[in-house]
């Protein structure tokens, strides 16, 4: 088991192309590359339709950024030996998010930059848009840098979105062989045995850590936990809630957002 079709999106001010390259180099797997041009996310559009312009005058305004940004991206996957297809039809639409979930619908696991590091607001906005109209996973990155994720931490609280992210971890944990159930201050029947007897089954050492509260946020002590053990993955659940004409992440993943100090693997 392992990914065979990785996704990406390259945003004017953000993009994790540099990751996904080296990742489905590293997994002998495909990579799609799609975009999403400044003008398609446009917040005014999104959170008052009323104020939004024609989809014409959309595609119009990015039509030339959109241009640069194909010509970049086939230059630089030219130079790679990986199998790869640029679908630049999907930025070209005023209804970006319907481009967008037809682009990644049939990936593996979709490969995105952590929107703390990102120079603007458009990380957000393809994160939402991706986790709250697909189910495919997906890693959060920061940097260029190929991240290793060998050694994984999994937040566990019992709850079936929890479960639905380490299963679509898997094909990590089972190529490093082990990784750590975390759950911070656990009801007796969630204290991550029945999780850990999974993932062996598996052929994943899993160890069980239960951490204190504290009276502290959840994303500070999973993260604190995370540096002391030098892990270089977290893997969650994304909790959300859906408002009219807006899409929120709940306040623990948003939290996450601001402070996870690893890639972040997440599904809903």
């Not at 004017?12 to 996310?41: F, K, N, Y």
């Not at 709850?159 to 062989?177: C, E, F, H, T, Y």
Request: with cysteine; proline share 5%.
């Amino acid at each position: 088991m392992s990914y065979k079709t990785i996704a990406t999106v390259v945003m004017p001010d953000a993009d994790a192309l540099e990751a996904a390259i080296g990742c489905a180099a590293r997994w002998g797997a495909h990579l799609d590359v799609t975009m999403v041009g400044r003008s398609q996310i446009d917040i005014p559009a999104m959170i008052s339709p009323d104020l939004a312009v024609t989809g014409a005058v959309f595609l119009e305004e990015s039509r030339a950024e959109l241009d640069k940004m194909a010509q970049r991206i086939r230059k630089r996957l030219t130079r790679e030996d990986i199998a790869w297809a640029l679908d630049d039809d999907s930025g070209r639409t005023a209804d970006f998010i319907t481009g967008l979930v037809r682009a990644i619908r049939m990936a593996d696991l979709v490969i995105l930059p952590h929107p703390g590091a990102s120079k603007g607001d458009t990380a957000v906005s393809v994160l939402e848009a991706v986790l709250y109209n697909s189910r495919v996973p997906i890693l959060l990155v920061r940097g260029a840098d190929t991240p290793t994720l060998e050694s994984a931490v999994l937040a566990w609280d019992g709850n079936d979105v929890a479960l639905a992210a380490i299963r679509a971890a898997m094909p990590l944990l089972k190529q490093s062989g082990r990784a750590e159930i975390v759950t911070i201050d656990p009801p007796h029947d969630t204290t991550g045995r029945d999780l850990a007897v999974m993932l062996e089954r598996q052929g994943v050492d899993a160890s069980i850590a239960t951490l204190p509260r504290g009276g502290r946020r959840i994303s500070e002590v999973l993260c604190d936990h995370v540096r002391e053990q030098g892990a270089d993955l977290l893997v969650m659940g994304a909790y959300g809630t859906r408002r009219l004409r807006e899409v929120l992440l709940g306040g623990v993943t948003r939290d996450f957002l601001d402070t996870a100090p690893v890639p972040l693997l997440l599904a809903r």
